[in-house]
């Protein structure tokens, strides 16, 4: 018979239970774990505090909602081809010795992948997953914001990350969102809209990429339009109903 998990232990397997099926229930993680509801209760409001799930009635979900941005690691497992592709478009943006910012975004993530054979280039980020990608690279000069840091986002905000991105300028700012609700950007994070903003007003020309999902999600902060962007890369997974709407919009965009 085995030895009953630690609290740590446990609460790690129930992360990896709600990363593996989206969701989970209540009576699902008792009869998986052996403890009572009020055990599991106790974890998933912890868990939910460090922003690792959130949880609803009943049981929980790695899923985004209006004010719940899910974490790196569950987002870094969805649509991951539809994100490299976007990467692989995007990079061909990027010229030797220029300088560029990445947000936080899992989408964006994938350009620090595409540039081994940028000779001279300076990447400027607040996120801690960028500079882990980077780190390494003797053809990047790497500039992290610095901030408050997010753990479930592995990124840095607030007013020294703003500050810091005031003092810097850029020929291009690669940014995703996380919804995309008629012509209109959304996130769940005003911390993390605040950032957006400051990448977008500290370059030349900025490029937004989507993945289809953004398209159907929601969020409760407005951040900015898909008008804003000189340039807008989609997957071409994208239904037809709304590469048609943004085609009668008048929006410039690249369906990859």
């Not at 081994?116 to 990047?140: G, K, M, Q, Y």
Request: glycine share 4%; with cysteine.
């Amino acid at each position: 018979m085995s030895l009953p998990l630690n609290p740590n232990e446990r609460r790690r397997e129930i992360v990896n239970l709600v990363m593996t099926r989206k969701s989970v229930s209540v009576e699902n993680l008792v009869s998986a774990l052996k403890v009572s509801r009020m055990t599991i209760h106790r974890d998933l409001d912890l868990l939910e505090g460090r922003g690792l799930l959130r949880k609803e009635r009943g049981g929980a979900t790695a899923e985004s909602s209006l004010l719940f941005e899910s974490n790196i690691h569950y987002r870094l497992q969805n649509e991951t081809a539809e994100k490299r592709t976007l990467a692989h478009a995007a990079r061909r943006l990027i010229e030797p010795g220029s300088a560029i910012m990445i947000d936080d975004s899992t989408t964006t993530l994938m350009l620090a992948e595409e540039l081994d054979t940028i000779e001279f280039i300076t990447v400027i980020s607040n996120s801690l997953a960028v500079c882990e990608r980077l780190r390494s690279r003797p053809n990047v000069r790497l500039i992290i914001t610095g901030g408050n840091y997010s753990d479930t986002l592995q990124a840095f905000y607030g007013l020294i990350c703003e500050q810091s991105l005031t003092k810097l300028h850029a020929d291009w700012a690669f940014l995703s969102a996380p919804s995309v609700i008629g012509l209109s950007l959304y996130h769940q994070d005003q911390e993390v809209v605040r950032m957006k903003r400051a990448l977008m007003a500290a370059a030349e020309r900025t490029a937004l990429l989507l993945t289809p999902s953004k398209f159907s999600a929601r969020a409760l902060n407005h951040f900015g339009e898909l008008a804003e962007f000189d340039r807008v890369f989609i997957d071409h997974h994208v239904s037809e109903a709304i590469v048609q709407r943004l085609r009668q919009a008048a929006i410039a965009f690249e369906l990859v």
